[in-house]
């Protein structure tokens, strides 16, 4: 059974032969900056090319972003390009290219051969509907934009939706992605940034109107969200999503209980970064604690966001180690 395969058959619920071993999110900067000092070697220089080495299944993410190179650059972080409907009618003219555009036919086949390979699981992402407009507006107006312009904020995700059926299209007639993921970060560490009447108004339409969309392209379609997504996990799966991620320890949550809650949707990750650079007994306690959900239900287990730079090599090889032996331990018919 290949990386590809092994993926999509746990999706939807299908015999596998193992769990996947992946870390679906790059590491950061400092970390392999730390490994290279540490014997990571120097010629290794593609996320891809990294996961092998460590002896993962590769894991790769190709993203779509709405912006161009026209599109006014933030000034901050969390800083916005708008404040009025008529900054969005200028800034409307840099975003929705063609998406025919975007990637090389070096990098459509480049996908083409990994896939071949059997090697690599293969993930798309897009903003979601609640990411998609922050960037836009900037962290503060965008909350306020629910009660200020609903009209000029539902409008936006309408040009939105017109332009992601596009992108789907393209995708559907170029390569077979093993699932995708809407980009959103709608909660924080006490739950959702909105509430459940405002998710209903502002972002469910836009998602019931996608994401047939991608089931009838049988791609599976995750939401991506820090913080604590217990109440959110219930309000995306009544949007039509197939599953969550990256279930960040620190904030609470317990996949335990959200494979009880909605049992038809997948989990990944949820392997707390924070155990890793303590070794392998503590990593080994952290394995025990989650194998029982993913023999259970539906979990892809990871790391629940970037190793981080405190983890050496030694340790990081541990963990794939002590990942591989509990990955053997969940077979499904």
Known sequence: MNAGERARNLIKGKSIDRLPVVEWAPWWDLTIKRWR???LPQN?????DI???FGLDACVQTYFGVRTKDTPQAPSHGAGIMRTA??????????????????TKEYIDWLKSTREEGNTIHWFTVEGFFWYPRELFGIEPHLYSFYDEPDLLKEMCSDYVRWLKKVFEYIGNTFKFDFMSFAEDMSYNHGPMLSKETFDEFLIPFYKEVIPFLKKMDIPAFIDSDGDITLAVDWYAGAGADGMFPLERQAGVDVALYIEKQPQ????GHFDKMCMKLGEEAMAKEFERIIPSCQKGKVMLS????????????NYKIFVKLFKEYAAKVKKN
């Open 86 to 103: 008529e900054d969005y009618q200028k800034i409307k003219k840099t975003l929705f290219y063609d998406p025919s555009t975007y990637y």
């Open 265 to 268: 949707m997948t989990f990944l």
């Open 44 to 48: 290794l220089a593609s996320v891809r």
């Open 51 to 53: 996961q092998l080495w």
């Open 303 to 314: 790391v629940d966001h970037q190793t981080p730079p405190d983890v050496s090599v030694e």
């Open 37 to 39: 000092q540490e014997g």
